[in-house]
């Protein structure tokens, strides 16, 4: 079901926006980050500028103190008791942890790992992840995953950076109906992921998705924040999550998921 291959030189051809491409708009179902293409497409229907974040940071849920270069931005290290991982590695990714296992999710499949999260499950919130580049990666993957089924709401109020942006996208998020948890299995898998910027406060990053054996795939770009002792979304002002959607026609730029 998931692609092979290793991370290869990039192509650029995610940068073009998809709402600016009809004729993918129409056959965006491959995509598995937009699995509800009708919220995604709610999402994304602003300009398509890189998301901001909106407001203060809300106080603390989480108690104990986390280890390795753990910590979070602005003075905030706590997290979630039992949540220490080994944050040693502040390097981006070039290849998928040995670790890697997959996780069921709604209709499909999400990775994880034991060594870079989520470690905790309570839930849809899937939680505590390495405060490194692998670490945002993974959050991003479970977060966005859970936007299309019951208990989404609960997800963005506790994994989304508290603000306009994330009351935008909660108001617009509500006027779609959830996705049922049954039934037919996703044709489509995640397959690899590139980080493109990354400090220990916030990374951008781009999440790969399609249907490896027609070539096919789909790309979009969003941006987390450390907060509260884990990885957060960062919503802008519009609600709108990812700051880059696209068609991408190989896996070139990206780090694949399976060797």
């Given amino acids: 079901m998931l692609n092979s291959g290793r991370p290869r030189g990039g192509s650029g051809e995610w940068e073009q926006p998809f709402w600016q491409q009809r004729g993918w708009i129409l056959s965006a179902g491959f995509l598995l980050v937009l699995v509800v293409l009708a919220v995604f497409t709610l999402m994304t229907r602003d300009d398509g500028g890189a998301p901001r974040a909106v407001g203060s940071p809300s106080p603390s849920r989480s108690t104990g103190q986390g280890g390795g270069v753990g910590g979070g931005a602005g003075g905030q290290d706590s997290r979630p008791a039992g949540c220490r ?14 670790d890697v296992y997959w996780k ?17 499950f309570d839930g849809p919130v899937w939680y505590c992840y390495a405060h490194t580049p692998m670490g945002a990666v993974f959050a991003a993957h479970a977060i966005t995953g859970h936007l299309a089924y019951p208990g989404w709401r609960e997800v963005v109020d506790r994994q989304f950076v508290p603000g306009a942006g994330r009351d935008a996208y909660i108001t617009k998020r ?13 044709e489509v898998t ?47 002002s519009h609600g709108t999550i990812y700051s880059g959607t696209s068609q991408v026609n190989s896996t070139n730029g990206f780090v694949t998921w399976r060797d």
């Fill in 190 to 236: 995640f397959v690899g992921f590139s980080v493109l910027s990354y400090n220990k406060r916030e990374t951008t990053l781009t999440l790969l998705g399609g249907k490896p054996s027609e070539g096919r795939y789909g790309a979009v770009s969003m941006t987390l924040r450390w907060q509260d002792g884990d990885w957060k979304i960062v919503a802008d």
């Fill in 85 to 98: 991982t080994d944050d040693s590695d502040q390097e981006k990714p070039t290849a998928a942890p040995k």
């Fill in 174 to 186: 509500s006027t779609v109906k959830d996705k049922s948890v049954s039934g037919r299995p996703d």
């Fill in 104 to 120: 069921a999710l709604g209709t499909g499949l999400t990775p994880a790992s034991k060594s870079a999260g989520p470690l905790k």
